[in-house]
């Protein structure tokens, strides 16, 4: 079937009958790109993404203040995923025909209060991985893309959208200690460790 209105109507379809199945833990009326590679071929709520085993693309801010702590969100109780865990400062999914890059600076301005003009020191986004895993509500096919910034000495980021319940900062010591403790979520564990390493790498941090 052909890329259009009729490939789009099988996929809602789809969707409400896995809902009418309860199949799916709730319902965002948020449309994803269904891909092939990395041409879009439809879109389909986002909800049954997980279900099907459909791949997406999550956008992470990596934070820093100049001093070297990292600047790190716990995410709400409400969540459907990873309640309570921290989390990037920032994180989401790029939502149906969105650029990556204004995917990011959404999130961001809806995460934790910041917009572009307090970006003005990121870095372009790059992917790291692409994360397969199992999970209650489905099999997870991600791809992850992070970005990084050193934010101004007066930064105080702040969530919009009641999906963070505290933003905090933290040393590398102690980001560390809590990823190995399991503290973090999977995605934001990688995006951290690997900016570590990059960091240190450069001698931007202490090895």
Same mark, same amino acid.
């Given at each position: 079937?052909?890329?259009?209105?009729?490939?789009?109507?099988?996929?809602?379809?789809?969707?409400?009958? =896995?809902?009418?199945?309860?199949?799916?833990?709730?319902?965002?009326?948020? =449309?994803?790109?269904?891909?092939?590679?990395?041409?879009?071929?439809?879109?389909?709520?986002?909800?049954?993404?997980?279900?099907?085993?459909?791949?997406?693309?999550?956008?992470? =801010?990596n934070?820093?203040?100049?001093?070297?702590?990292?600047?790190?969100?716990?995410?709400?109780?409400?969540? %459907?995923?990873?309640?309570?865990?921290?989390?990037?400062?920032v994180g989401?999914?790029?939502? %149906?025909?969105?650029d990556?890059?204004?995917?990011?600076?959404?999130? &961001?301005?809806?995460?934790?209060?910041l917009?572009?003009?307090?970006?003005?020191?990121? %870095?372009?986004?790059?992917?790291?991985?692409?994360?397969?895993?199992?999970?209650p509500?489905?099999?997870?096919?991600?791809?992850?893309?992070? %970005?990084? &910034?050193?934010?101004?000495?007066?930064?105080?980021?702040?969530?919009?959208?009641?999906?963070?319940?505290?933003?905090?900062?933290?040393?590398?010591?102690? /980001?560390?200690?809590?990823?190995?403790?399991?503290?973090?979520? =999977?995605?934001?564990?990688?995006?951290?460790?690997?900016d570590?390493?990059?960091?240190?790498? /450069?001698?931007?941090?202490?090895?």
């Amino acid at each position: 079937m052909e890329p259009g209105a009729e490939l789009d109507g099988v996929l809602e379809l789809a969707a409400e009958l =896995l809902r009418e199945a309860n199949c799916l833990r709730g319902w965002r009326d948020e =449309l994803l790109d269904v891909m092939d590679g990395d041409e879009p071929l439809g879109v389909i709520e986002r909800a049954a993404v997980r279900p099907l085993g459909l791949l997406t693309k999550a956008v992470h =801010l990596n934070a820093w203040t100049p001093d070297g702590r990292l600047w790190v969100a716990r995410r709400a109780l409400s969540k %459907s995923t990873d309640p309570g865990m921290w989390d990037t400062l920032v994180g989401g999914l790029a939502g %149906s025909r969105e650029d990556l890059e204004w995917a990011l600076v959404r999130e &961001c301005g809806e995460e934790a209060g910041l917009d572009e003009p307090d970006l003005a020191r990121r %870095s372009p986004l790059r992917t790291i991985l692409r994360i397969h895993r199992r999970l209650p509500e489905g099999y997870q096919v991600e791809d992850v893309l992070t %970005s990084t &910034c050193v934010l101004a000495p007066d930064a105080r980021p702040a969530n919009r959208d009641g999906e963070v319940m505290e933003i905090a900062t933290v040393d590398v010591a102690t /980001a560390v200690r809590r990823i190995a403790d399991g503290e973090f979520t =999977l995605e934001a564990a990688l995006v951290i460790v690997e900016d570590i390493m990059q960091r240190r790498a /450069a001698g931007e941090i202490p090895a």
